[in-house]
């Protein structure tokens, strides 16, 4: 089921200074991380993902993941302390065509003299709102017995 992202993680999407890390695993279940500055938002809320590289690590576990239908995550850290996890589901692969040849001419106007590989789609599944504050006040509605005994002290 495709989750609809918010206000602020389009915001976080759209900001070039945020930092996008995506994750993405091997045949093994090894994890592998990457800082994507390229991954943006389309308009049908699908995460992009602008792959330069052929052969790289992250294209051949995209690969994998769309042929099997595994997860990859995507986390965006944006200014002070807000953060958001996104896990989700590559849907499609442009290689060519209309799509492809868009990013392929922005990427080119970006970067300069590059390649692209692929133009990855992913399907958001689900969006966590990893913010130390509001991951705190989660834990503590749901364990509230959870606390380190020299909290419950008092001089």
Same mark, same amino acid.
């Given at each position: 089921m495709?989750?609809?992202?918010?206000?602020?993680v389009?915001? &976080?999407l759209?900001?070039e200074? %945020?930092?996008?890390v *995506?994750?993405?695993v091997?045949?093994h279940?090894?994890?592998h +991380? /990457?800082?994507?500055?390229?991954?943006?938002?389309?308009?049908?809320?699908?995460?992009?993902?602008?792959? &330069?590289?052929?052969s790289?690590? %992250?294209?051949?576990? *995209?690969v994998?993941?769309?042929?099997?239908?595994?997860?990859? +995550? /995507?986390?965006?850290?944006?200014?002070?302390?807000?953060?958001?996890?996104?896990?989700?589901?590559?849907?499609?692969?442009?290689?060519?065509?209309?799509?492809?040849?868009?990013?392929?001419?922005?990427?080119r106007?970006?970067?300069g003299d /590059?390649d692209?590989?692929?133009?990855?789609?992913?399907?958001?599944?689900?969006v966590i709102?990893e913010?130390?504050?509001?991951?705190?006040d989660?834990?503590?509605?749901?364990?509230?017995?959870?606390?380190?005994?020299?909290?419950?002290?008092?001089?």
């Amino acid at each position: 089921m495709a989750e609809q992202l918010n206000g602020e993680v389009t915001r &976080l999407l759209q900001d070039e200074s %945020t930092v996008k890390v *995506l994750t993405t695993v091997d045949e093994h279940g090894a994890p592998h +991380s /990457v800082v994507k500055g390229s991954l943006t938002l389309d308009d049908d809320g699908n995460l992009i993902v602008l792959e &330069l590289l052929e052969s790289s690590r %992250t294209n051949r576990n *995209l690969v994998r993941s769309i042929w099997y239908d595994r997860k990859v +995550s /995507v986390l965006l850290k944006g200014t002070g302390t807000v953060s958001y996890q996104i896990k989700g589901v590559p849907v499609k692969a442009h290689v060519a065509g209309p799509v492809f040849q868009k990013h392929y001419v922005a990427i080119r106007k970006r970067l300069g003299d /590059v390649d692209l590989s692929t133009v990855w789609v992913i399907k958001p599944e689900e969006v966590i709102n990893e913010s130390p504050s509001v991951r705190r006040d989660e834990e503590q509605a749901k364990h509230p017995v959870f606390i380190h005994l020299d909290r419950l002290v008092r001089d």
